[in-house]
Antibody, heavy 119, light 108 residues
């Protein structure tokens, strides 16, 4: 059973870079079973898909965030990462990592981590 | 971008009764629609995919229907643990995948 766990700073200053990691257990990110995804949830915008990475290294991003986002994978550590540049208060949210599959959509999910953008 | 609209925003139902939640897509998503349940402090949990297929471990009282632009999630006999937030999400046209704004199911 694949499990995901987010980690990273809970507080980021405006204009800086938000960096999060999702560690995968119970399965390898090197298979084609899932697209490895980041999703965020804020009171103002609800659930918002950020982007995902496939085992091939191909990445796909939400057009609304594409200019500020980078998703990468580390197969040696079985994890994938998110970077969001030039953050503002609007980037304050709970960030989730999840696996997406064509047949089942988003499942499983990590527990989520709250990131607050504030000086 | 496909916009997903859920109704009602809040639904008040008594335990043991049936709840019907609606989701509308701004254009056809065929049957590429999922439903999620979210409880406070928890991540969303997949309930239904492919518009009508229950995910592993989901009780039979949860059922999904619809195709194209109109979808329904029905909970046949509400249990106390079913009072939560529910979201629909389309995965037919991406990027981006898009979610509805949610329906809060509360105890009447």
């Amino acid at each position: 059973q694949v499990q995901l766990q987010e980690s990273g700073p809970g507080l980021v200053k405006p204009s800086q870079t938000l960096s999060l990691t999702c560690t995968v257990s119970g399965g390898s990110i090197s298979t084609g079973a899932y697209y490895w995804s980041w999703i965020r949830q804020s009171p103002g915008k609800g659930l918002e898909w950020i982007g995902h990475i496939y085992y091939s290294g191909n990445t796909y991003y939400n057009p609304s965030l594409k200019s500020r986002v980078l998703i990468s994978g580390d197969t040696s550590k079985n994890l994938f990462s998110l970077k969001v540049n030039s953050v503002t208060a609007a980037d304050t949210a709970v960030y989730y990592c999840a696996g997406w599959a064509e047949t089942t959509s988003f499942d499983p999910w990590g527990q989520g981590t709250l990131v607050t953008v504030s000086s | 971008e496909i916009v997903m609209t859920q109704s009602p925003v809040t639904l008040s139902v008594s335990p043991g009764e049936r709840a019907t939640l609606s989701c509308r897509a701004s254009q056809s998503v065929r049957r590429n629609l999922a439903w999620y349940q979210q409880k406070p402090g928890q991540a969303p949990r997949l309930l239904i995919y492919g518009a009508s297929t229950r995910a592993t471990g989901i009780p039979a009282r949860f059922s999904g229907s619809g195709s194209g632009t109109e979808f329904t999630l029905t909970i046949s006999s509400l249990q106390s643990e079913d009072f939560a937030l529910y979201y629909c999400q389309q995965y037919n046209n991406w990027p981006p995948y898009t979610f509805g704004q949610g329906t809060k199911l509360e105890i009447k």
